[in-house]
């Protein structure tokens, strides 16, 4: 389909491929830019990019999604005036460039399976997908760490999107089969692989998601505040991933609500990724460690919805309809919150049951319809060789 698509829009054939996924976390909303911990699945749903190289300096591509084509030359510097998601791309060519990367013109056709704008990564998952192009059209390779970054860089600098590393390194990072248990601060991880009788159900509220918007970047910026009175008591503290509770409580009187809510929910949502990933890891055979699961999930959607503040009633009724679900194990938001998708462990054997409760549970209560992905976790971004 996309060779056909190509052949319109350009002639001839793509000569390369490429692809990256989107991401769910499964515990460890918002502590990526706390220097925290995540536990986080790239999903079997993703970007591709088919292209060739141009003779001249234009970076050509053609959305299959959106039916949409856009351009920008690679030998002009980036402009704040360019908008939409062509930003996504032409950032990363920009940080490319900054750091010295040269690479030929590019005609492309892209796809992606990725539900756009519902907090699953989309947008990583592009910028992800343009980086393994560049490096591919250009000829090198940089560390795969560092390409997370510098996608992280372009979604900060040029998108103006402040977010944390946690969706760029999922995307870039991804191990088929396995979750990652990242820690922000090391920039490191260790792979977890996912039990065969637990299946990740992502829910779709189909509530409008927007995240680029003054929310996101006033929750960090209260994080930082947070971070800002603790160092006067405690020295130590250089983020919300050093602190206790116990620390916390002792400068509750020096910060205001918002901050010490924000700030006890990062504590505790970065200790829960830790439990959450050892209880998985042991399954949910165990009776305790399913409702331990169970438990954590829950704690971390009542604090999101309590003391981050960042989910809407429609988040509130899909938590209701996923819980009570046959065989829910454990359900909670996922990526910024605001709407968009959230996420369930299910048993594996229940998945069907499931989603009938879900979609008409939900749909009862909200009159929307949810749209439901069973996924797995995919491998992470790379070319693709027939
Ligand atoms: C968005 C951001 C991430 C992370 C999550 C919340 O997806 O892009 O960096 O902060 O929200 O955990």
């Not at 830019?33 to 699945?41: C, F, I």
């Not at 141009?54 to 402009?79: C, G, M, T």
């Not at 510098?150 to 103006?160: D, F, I, T």
């Not at 699961?293 to 899909?318: K, W």
Request: aromatic share 10%; with cysteine; net charge negative.
């Amino acid at each position: 389909m996309i060779e056909a698509v190509f052949k319109n829009q350009f002639q001839g054939s793509p000569e390369w491929w490429v692809r990256a996924p989107g991401r769910v976390d499964l515990m460890g909303s918002h502590t990526d830019y706390n220097e925290g911990y995540v536990l986080t699945m790239p999903l079997n749903l993703d970007t591709w990019i088919a292209f060739s190289p141009r003779k001249d300096e234009n970076i050509v591509l053609y959305s299959v999604n959106l039916d949409e084509k856009a351009e920008f030359s690679s030998s002009v510097p980036h402009s704040k005036e360019q908008k939409g998601w062509i930003t996504y791309i032409s950032g990363v060519a920009q940080v490319f460039r900054d750091e010295g990367y040269d690479f030929p013109g590019i005609n492309g056709v892209i796809h992606s399976s990725v539900p756009l704008g519902g907090g699953l990564s989309s947008s990583a998952s592009l910028e992800c997908s343009a980086a393994e192009m560049f490096m591919k059209a250009g000829g090198f390779t940089v560390d795969r760490k560092q390409a997370a970054l510098y996608c992280q860089r372009a979604e900060n600098e040029y998108v103006g999107m402040p977010c944390g590393v946690l969706d760029q390194y999922t995307s870039i990072m991804g191990k088929a089969g396995t979750l990652i248990l990242l820690d922000c601060r090391a920039l490191s991880h260790i792979l977890i692989r996912l039990p065969e009788t637990i299946q990740v159900v992502i829910c779709d509220t189909q509530a409008p998601h927007i995240l680029v918007g003054s929310e996101y970047e006033t929750r960090r910026n209260q994080c930082f505040q947070g971070v800002e009175i603790l160092k006067k008591r405690f020295p130590v503290i250089q983020t919300l991933r050093d602190t206790e509770v116990k620390q916390l409580q002792t400068c509750k009187n020096s910060m205001n609500e918002e901050v010490f809510k924000r700030s006890l929910f990062i504590i505790g949502e970065s200790q829960r990724v830790l439990e959450a990933s050892a209880a998985i890891s042991v399954g949910t055979e165990d009776e305790k460690s399913g409702k331990r699961l169970t438990e954590l999930f829950n704690a971390s959607f009542t604090g999101a919805r309590d003391l981050y503040e960042i989910t809407v009633p429609q988040m509130e009724m899909m938590h209701e309809a996923m819980t009570t679900a046959p065989g829910a194990i454990a359900s909670r938001q996922a990526g910024g919150g605001f709407g968009g998708c959230m996420s369930s462990l299910v048993r594996a054997h229940q998945i069907e049951d499931f989603k009938a409760h879900v979609y008409r549970f939900y749909r009862e209560s909200s009159g929307l319809e949810a749209k439901l992905y069973t996924v797995v976790p995919g491998e992470g971004a790379g070319t693709i060789e027939f």
